[in-house]
Structure formats: structure tokens, C-alpha cells
């Protein structure tokens, strides 16, 4: 039966679960899901309470199969190379504590990082002794440049004597919202011998992907946020050239493959010895982790049903996405007589390449800096910047009933936008004169 997909903007609201009041315009932050897909998950959650021990034991892994061949689609990979886990971060450090790195090696990241990913690596390194180095950098920046700059990093640290087994990096940035030029450094750290770690927390469901043309060593990301999934779900690809290191989850669970001469552990509870095996170590690996409440993962066949037949495909959703939020950037911008963050060295009429997502970023009025900046609305001081930005968060949420991330980057604060399909550029105008307001009240003072 034909359905008849519903309109972009304030009509798909209707499919969503938002207080009528409430204006969401942080979609990148945390996601949501529609009312379809919470419906199912709940259909899951009924299901386990009914019989949890047969459901936990047995039935929940075939749905899992089910699941994980739904969302390998997406990015074009075996289902044999797709897991489950929580979110990205998960992901991130569940590849990072595998590989195990050891005194006199090194890993490759890039800023401005996930505060959540550095955090992770630093917490590493209290255990293990090996160096983190930084690409540092400040956006805009034309992408030559960049890949100048992880060169060099590289380089430095080989000539210091460290092994670079790694490099993390996004395939879209967090803060500032922009997209990285992740296909073009899977090439540069295949070049340079490294193992690839990409963050994609915004990929799956924001912008295609395809890793059997793209050949990352490790790809994970947030099903959550742009696929319609319930919280919490992640999709972590790691093909089959890279399952040897993959031998523990976070935490440790009965999937657990303990190297060579290791103490010998408990066999399974979960598993039946006389079953034939049809499944990967790997797969097998992520199948129980701890008891948990793993219903979101089962939503994909929901997500992708809703984003079909309500939404008119992936390739509609996207580009709608996408549209919505640069247009809606650049309205916010004009009305703050401030710029949206893009490549330094467009020609004219070139598209930038950083927009190409459904996150974007805008300048507000305000510098931070030692003295006056040309421009600025009002210029503050380094110790005032997380006032005014806690200032901006808070009041959009309490009087406002919205939200959108205020932050500092370089010498100005920017705040970021997410496109989403219940939105129209109506709805950033809105924003724009209320930060409007806000960096006027933060130039006076009055925060």
C-alpha cells in the first residue's frame, strides 16, 4: 500500500514526541526518535518482560542479527563486521583500550576533539604509558593545510623515537559543528602506515556512507542522533582485517577472547555447546554485554520504515537536513551581522565543502580577547567567556523553552544549529532574535 510521505517542516512535527511548547533545535546533541519507533521499542521491552529468561538467552540475539543486517546496509558492510554498542564514545574506547598500546607508542588526534573521546585517551594513559600527540588547530582552515599540519604531527613523533600506530578523528566535528574531510585522512593514514579510528557520532542517517569504498580500520557511530533510533545505540565497524584485536568489550562481559596463555575463564552461561557455531568471535564478542537494556538497538527496522515511508527515503531526508540547516545559518547569522564558519579560500560561487552536513555553525557578536576587537558587539575577557556562554545556555532553556550550544572557539563564541526535518528557516529566525537579544544583554553586562 502506497503511503503518502508527509511534508518537511512544521507538519512532521506531528510524528514526533515534543511538548507542543517545546522548539528542538539541538537535535545533534542527544537526537530523538518519533512516536513509530517508540512504539516498537516498547513492543521489545514487552516482549522481554513476558519471558526474559528464553528472550535474553535466545530470542534477543536473532533480533540483534536482524538489527545489525538492517544498519550494515546503511553503510554498505557485512553484517559479520557490524556490533552493536551504546554510543560513540563506547565505540571510540572500546577500539582504543583494544589495541593496547604500550611504552614508546603513540596515537594521533585532532582538535577541536569530543571533550569525551580526550578524556578517554587521557584516561589511558594513566594506566598505560604511551603518548597522545595533538593536531592543533583553530577552524577556519583550508583542508591542505590540515592534512600539513597531521603530517607533521606524524612526523615529530617518529622523530622522537614513537611508534604512531593511530589517529582518531571525526567525520563530523561536535564543536564547532562542521563537516571534516574524513574520507581524504583514512587515505592520508593509509599512506603514513596508521590505523584509522573514526568518530562518526554524527554519520549514520546525517550524510552517506559507504565503507566498502571508504576502508576505515575502525568506524562507529550514533545511530541515536540522525537515524531515529532510541537512545542509546551505536553501530561499530571493524572488518575482518582488524577482529584479532578486538577480544574484550566495556565493560568485560562472557564474550571475552583472552590471548594466548592467558588463565583460563568460565565458559559462557549464555551459550549451548552442543549449537553449531554460525557466528564470528567478533560478532559473538558484542552479543551480551553485561544486563542491559538493549531494546534500542532492535528500533533500526523501525527507524529506516519511518525515514521510508514517512520521510521519502534517505537521500530526501538529508538533502532536507542539510538545506534547512545552512539556510537557517545564514539567516541567523545576517540578523546577528556576524558569519557562518566555513573554508577560509572559497571562490566565489563555491560551495563549501565543511557545510556539506546538518550541522553548522555561526559567529555570535561576541570576541573574547585582551582588548577591543573590531566588530564585536562587546569584546570579554577570557574568565568572563563561560559566564556569558552559561548565560546564553541557561536562559534558552528557562525562558525560552529551547536550546542550542553557545561555546567558545579562537577568539570569538559561536553557537551551533542542527537541520532536522521538523524544522523550517522560520524557526532559526526565531533563534536569531532571541541571541540577538542575549548578546545584547551579555554586552551589557547583565549575566
Known sequence: MFIQPTPFGKPMLKHWLFDPSYKSLNHGSFGAHPAAVRDAQRAFLDLADLRPDPYIRKQHSVLLDKARGDVAKIINAPRNECAFVKNATTGVATVLWNLNFQVGEALIYFEPVYGAVEKGVVSMQEHSPFEARKVSFQYPIAEDELERRFRETVRRARDDGLNVRAAVFDTIVSNPGVRFPFERFVA?????????????AHGVGQIPLDMDVLQPDFFVSNCHKWLYTPRSAAILYVPKRNQHFMRSTLPTSWGFIPAAGS??????????????????PFEELFEFVATSDDSAYLCVEAALKFRREVCGGEEAIMSYCQKVSNEGADAVAGILGTDVLQEPDLKPGEQSRMRQCALTTVRLPIAVADKAVEGALVTLPSDEAPLAVAFIQRTLIEKHDTFVPAFRHGSWLWTRLSGQIFLEKSDFEWLGGLLRELCEQVARKEF
Do not use: F, H, N
Not at 588463565?263 to 564470528?280: C, F, G, R, Y
Open 188 to 200: 592520508v593514514c593509509r599512506e603514513e602506515g596508521l590505523l584509522s579510528v573514526i568518530d562518526g
Open 263 to 280: 588463565a583460563e575463564t568460565i565458559a559462557s552461561v549464555l551459550q549451548d555447546p552442543s549449537e553449531v557455531k554460525t557466528k564470528t
